[in-house]
């Protein structure tokens, strides 16, 4: 079992529509999760985290986390052209440890 | 907030040449870099982990004499590829890590060097 999944996608949505991106992850002591964007050609860049159960929003993105169930998820509403990017789950599971999903492609279809 | 400079962005070198990637914390001091290769469409793969003060440790798989890591700063860290082949061509990208708390780490990516063999 990978330490840290992710639907590779592409997960196509229209413009305007939420897209809703999920992650799981195996380490039950992990303590803290982070969505990072990377568009094509380029590093990747932070976009949330989240360390507590519940949700947290900032702007047009809802970061959800459930420790109990091991699942993190990012919504983003209003969906763009621009947001169309691979979207990458990641996971702190200690100090120094922190492992990546593969990624989710989005795809905003204007 | 925090940033992560890499230099060169972009690089072409001939084959069995040496080229060195360096990555710079700007705002704060990084006792852990990690250094990623991505190749086209794949995702990230982590190569090794720069510890300063200390030798890197390497995934599986990756040659430590080929990639060779200097972290010799608490700002700087250093990625040259040895003797590169055309089939080292990628893009490399390095992060470096920010202690939160004692929850972990927060990771800031560089901008990426893509590196190109001819």
């Known amino acids: 079992q990978k330490e840290v999944e992710q639907n590779s996608g592409p997960l196509s949505v229209p413009e305007g529509a939420i897209a809703s991106l999920n992650c799981t992850y195996s380490d039950r002591g992990s303590q803290s999760f982070f969505w990072y964007r990377q568009y094509s050609g380029k590093s990747p860049e932070l976009i949330m985290s989240i360390y507590s159960n519940g949700d947290k929003e900032d702007g047009r993105f809802t970061a959800q986390l459930n420790k109990a169930s091991q699942y993190v998820s990012l919504l983003i509403r209003d969906s763009q052209p621009s947001d169309s990017a691979t979207y990458l789950c990641a996971v702190n599971a200690g100090y120094q440890k922190v492992t990546f999903g593969i990624g989710t492609k989005l795809q905003v279809i204007p | 907030g925090a940033v992560v400079s890499q230099h060169p962005s972009r690089v072409i070198c001939k084959s069995g040449t040496s080229v060195k990637i360096e990555c710079r914390s700007l705002d704060f001091q990084a006792t852990t870099m990690f250094w990623y290769r991505q190749f086209p469409k794949q995702s990230l793969m982590l190569m090794a982990t720069?510890?300063?003060?200390?030798?890197?440790?390497?995934e599986q798989g990756v040659e430590k004499d080929k990639f060779l890591i200097n972290h010799a700063s608490l700002t700087l860290s250093t990625l040259t590829v040895t003797s590169a082949h055309p089939e080292d061509s990628s893009f490399y990208i390095c992060?470096?890590?920010?202690?939160?708390?004692?929850?972990?780490?927060?990771?800031?990516f560089g901008e990426g060097s893509w590196l190109t063999v001819v």
């Open positions: 720069s510890n300063e003060g200390s030798k890197a440790t390497y």
């Open positions: 992060s470096a890590a920010i202690s939160r708390d004692l929850s972990g780490n927060t990771i800031y």
